[in-house]
């Protein structure tokens, strides 16, 4: 892979070395549901944590293809951390990209790194309307008192929440004209507490508790970004692809994980009965050739995105479609190593069926697939009736390509 980071093939050496560290601790995690601080202290240490920060603010400004490429490592080794570590990977793209950000509240992230893992991740989803991109306004609320803001609200879902030195939080303003803001919430601030909620069937030591908030007040010019209430959540194309890219990242990991653990299975276990390896017999190798097919695919479909986005091509809702694909991927190789390994699989200490656990939580995710398919229905058929060609988004990027060779 290319990458305008020099140092770039080091650090990514050295986060697969991390990932086959965090792969040893993995099951613990997933057993036990605990959160793996040590991990995080691990990745400061590598200086991974600041792998997108801006170079002016101590980081190595890394763009997508370097973040999905180490995401990719760490999710082959401990899912968890990896889906965590997207998340900061995501706020501090954002942070870095729109410009918006307050230049004091910039600051207080920037210091707070240079001494030591401060990870940041958004809180947007509640449980009464689920995600904002199905189009409900939060609601927590915002009220203005003198020269603080008094939050109120209940946010879920808020991965890695243990470890947040902040959260990014979304709230609708008490104003005339009410806003839709995003602002920056210690997680030690008084008012603030975390009601464990998380106990999904997989990516388990992810912590993705709840956030209650009872009248916690944030300085009147600590918002990361606002937007009249009136209109759709803004979701920059670019921005959005790199959110999703990430999440894909992290779940192909897993699979390639599970691929790797069944390679290793059919090749040395041999059955009296059989009298070869497991990797001899034919319905196998075509099992496993799927698998390949299906990594293959997704790892080409994520670094395609990756390498427009970071050229600034158009990708439209292309992050959507990858994720989608990517996901669906990982569930189907997971499953099938599952089935070509037999009851062995489904040994706990085996891990693959921990693998198959991880993955199907992916499709957690918002918005789900059933949206996303519906988004692209409605996208195609609205430039039909438009009486345009109906061209995805990938083939513009395409020839936008073939235009700048030109």
């Known amino acids: 892979m290319t990458s305008t980071i020099p140092e770039f093939p080091q650090l990514l050496d050295t986060a697969a070395g991390l990932a086959d560290d965090f792969a040893l601790t993995a099951a613990h995690h997933d057993a036990t549901g605990e959160f793996p601080f040590a991990n995080f202290g691990r990745l400061h240490q590598a200086g991974l944590l600041g792998l997108v920060t801006a170079r002016e603010h101590g980081g190595l400004g890394g763009g997508l293809t370097e973040a999905q490429a180490v995401i990719a490592e760490i999710g082959r080794g401990e899912p968890s951390t990896a889906l965590v570590l997207a998340m900061h990977y995501n706020s501090q793209y954002a942070l870095r ?29 509640e449980p009464g309307i689920g995600s904002p991109a199905h189009g409900k306004p939060p609601e927590t609320i915002a009220r203005r008192d003198g020269n603080v803001w008094r939050i109120t609200g209940h946010k879920n879902y808020v991965t890695g929440i243990p470890i947040l030195t902040w959260v990014n939080l979304l709230a609708l303003t008490d104003e005339p004209q009410p806003r839709l803001a995003s602002f920056l919430v210690p997680t030690n601030a008084p008012g603030l507490r975390v009601e464990k909620t998380w106990n999904a069937a997989g990516m388990r030591a992810t ?13 009147i010019e600590d918002i990361t970004e606002a937007q009249p209430a009136s209109e759709p959540l803004r979701r920059e194309e670019g921005s959005t692809a790199f959110f999703f890219s990430l999440i894909g990242a992290v779940y192909h990991g897993a699979a390639r994980a599970a691929r790797d653990r069944l390679v290793s299975f059919v090749t040395t276990h041999a059955p009296a009965s059989l009298g070869a390896p497991l990797s001899t017999v034919p319905h196998i ?15 080409r479909l994520l670094r395609s995105l990756a390498e427009d986005v970071d050229a600034g091509r158009p990708v439209g809702t292309d992050g959507m479609t990858v994720r989608h694909v990517v996901i669906d991927n990982a569930v189907a190789v997971t499953s099938l190593a599952l089935e070509l390994a037999g009851n062995p699989g489904l040994n706990r200490d085996f891990q693959l069926e921990r693998h198959h656990r991880d993955a199907l939580t992916a499709r957690s995710h918002a918005p789900q697939n059933h949206m996303i398919r519906t988004i692209a229905a409605k996208a195609a058929l609205s430039r039909h009736a438009a009486g345009q060609v109906a061209e995805p988004p990938a083939i513009a990027a395409v020839k936008h390509r073939l235009k700048a060779v030109g």
């Open 97 to 125: 990209k729109s410009g918006k950000w307050p230049r004091h509240l910039v600051q207080r992230i920037v210091e707070a790194g240079r001494l030591g893992p401060a990870l940041i991740n958004a809180a947007q989803a």
């Open 207 to 219: 912590s993705s508790d709840d956030v209650i908030l009872d009248n916690v007040a944030v300085p």
């Open 285 to 299: 190798q075509v099992g496993l050739g799927e698998i390949e097919v299906r990594l293959a695919t997704s790892t």
